[in-house]
T-cell receptor
Framework: KAGVTQTPRYLIKTRGQQVTLSCSPI?????VSWYQQTPGQGLQFLFE???????NKGNFPGRFSGRQFSNSRSEMNVSTLELGDSALYLC????????????FGPGTRLLVL | GENVEQHPSTLSVQEGDSAVIKCTYS??????FPWYKQELGKGPQLIID?????GEKKDQRIAVTLNKTAKHFSLHITETQPEDSAVYFC????????????FGQGTTLQVKP
């Protein structure tokens, strides 16, 4: 069974631009969560989607948004990029939310110049 | 607030020795505790997890113990091998009924041949 896939793997943007990252969960998994990983803050929860509904959101500004499609694929968007948004963005999928094992993708490395 | 503290931040052992990583969580409602291994350039990989109704779980050379009263959980790796070298993260489920995970800051494990 294929794992979680994320595209693109690497991205370079400039301040003020916006970016969209994509995540395809493991086949059959309906829950997708997003995390931001930085050397200073570690792994921080962004949001979680299940059945196209956002179930929980982390403590990030409104510039960070996401959505989930009917096939469980998810996208996250960051508008008006700031230098501090440079990070590894990780997507994790699970069968269902809450206490189900989460499997991570390889991440998208975003560099904001 | 929700918080997970992880110690030590770095750990160096000789091949064949044991390694122990400890975590403490703050939210008594947390009831799911996974451990992830992250190698350079890759996403976190689940290595073992434990739920609050179990005190200990073992999988070959890896074991996890949970003390809910003290809000402590630990990862034990026996007979370490050079390929165990990586960053290890503990996590605890968030208090709400979602898949949100709160991660520790990570432990860089170096196994010397």
């Amino acid at each position: 069974k294929a794992g979680v896939t994320q595209t693109p793997r690497y991205l370079i943007k400039t301040r003020g631009q916006q970016v969209t990252l994509s995540c395809s969960p493991i086949s059959g998994h309906r829950s997708v969560s997003w995390y931001q990983q930085t050397p200073g803050q570690g792994l921080q929860f962004l949001f979680e989607y299940f059945s196209e509904t956002q179930r929980n959101k982390g403590n990030f500004p409104g510039r960070f948004s996401g959505r989930q499609f009917s096939n469980s694929r998810s996208e996250m968007n960051v508008s008006t990029l700031e230098l501090g948004d440079s990070a590894l963005y990780l997507c994790a999928s699970s069968l269902a939310p809450a206490q189900e094992t989460q499997y991570f993708g390889p991440g998208t490395r975003l560099l904001v110049l | 607030g929700e918080n997970v503290e992880q110690h030590p931040s770095t750990l160096s052992v000789q091949e064949g020795d044991s390694a122990v990583i400890k975590c403490t969580y703050s939210d008594s409602a947390s009831n799911y505790f996974p451990w992830y291994k992250q190698e350079l350039g890759k996403g976190p990989q689940l290595i073992i997890d434990i739920r609050s109704n179990v005190g200990e779980k073992k999988d070959q050379r890896i074991a996890v113990t949970l003390n809910k009263t003290a809000k402590h959980f630990s990862l034990h790796i026996t007979e370490t091998q050079p390929e165990d070298s990586a960053v290890y993260f503990c996590a605890a489920s968030g208090s709400s009924n979602t898949g949100k995970l709160i991660f520790g800051q990570g432990t860089t494990l170096q196994v010397k041949p």
